[in-house]
């Protein structure tokens, strides 16, 4: 279905290990907000047009040669494109670019966004190529000998994240922590005579 088609505000709450993936057009606002302490998230995105055009952990960290994303920065895809704006982080360097993983393990978010996406009518990456995630409210330092610790994002209710996209993409968010609901999901569209991407 066309990007065009979902100009309306789109918003849900979702509980530990529950899934949301929608077509989110150019220039919208995408919030994140946390219900409790404990909780984040893991997102996944991809061209609309290219789903082998994907938000990229690796290339967002070289692009801002740091591994914390700040507010004004660029996330950026596999085409080295900036697919999503950061533009709101009440958490502080809430964005984890160090481990894809933190929340949950890759396969578990595959197969349950894979089959989202197929019930959805809406294209997805092969199995094989199917992006990394970056993880909302979760932070990883690197300790002594180079080992990944988790270092605890702190976050309350209303804590929040606020993205905003570059073009047309699929935006596929899976919650995890200790409580539900656990993340709440709201898509801003921004009206076609105020996009200015």
């Not at 789109?10 to 404990?38: H, N, P």
């Not at 995105?45 to 960290?61: G, R, V």
């Not at 507010?71 to 670019?97: K, Q």
């Not at 929340?103 to 990394?132: F, H, T």
Request: charged share 20%.
């Amino acid at each position: 279905m066309p990007a065009s088609c979902y100009s309306r505000p789109v918003s849900c709450t979702l509980s530990v290990s529950q899934a949301w993936l929608e077509i989110v057009r150019a220039g919208s606002r995408i919030d994140l907000t946390a219900r409790a302490s404990g909780v984040g998230a893991a997102i996944f995105a991809w061209s609309l047009t290219d789903p082998y055009e994907q938000l990229s952990d690796a290339y967002t960290f070289m692009e801002l040669r740091r591994a914390r994303p700040s507010v004004g920065d660029h996330l950026y895809s596999t085409l080295r494109r900036p697919m999503l704006s950061l533009e709101r982080d009440d958490a502080g360097h809430g964005i984890d670019l160090l481990r894809h993983d933190y929340w949950w393990p890759r396969d578990k978010c595959r197969e349950a966004l894979a089959e989202q996406a197929k019930a959805n009518g809406i294209a997805s990456p092969l199995w094989c190529d199917w992006p990394y995630a970056l993880n909302v409210f979760a932070r990883t330092r690197i300790g002594e000998g180079g080992v990944l610790i988790d270092d605890p994002v702190a976050t309350t209710q209303g804590t929040r994240i606020e993205l905003r996209t570059r073009f047309d993409v699929v935006v596929a968010v899976m919650a995890a922590g200790t409580v539900s609901p656990a993340i709440d999901v709201m898509v801003n569209p921004v009206s076609p005579a105020v996009a200015s991407f």
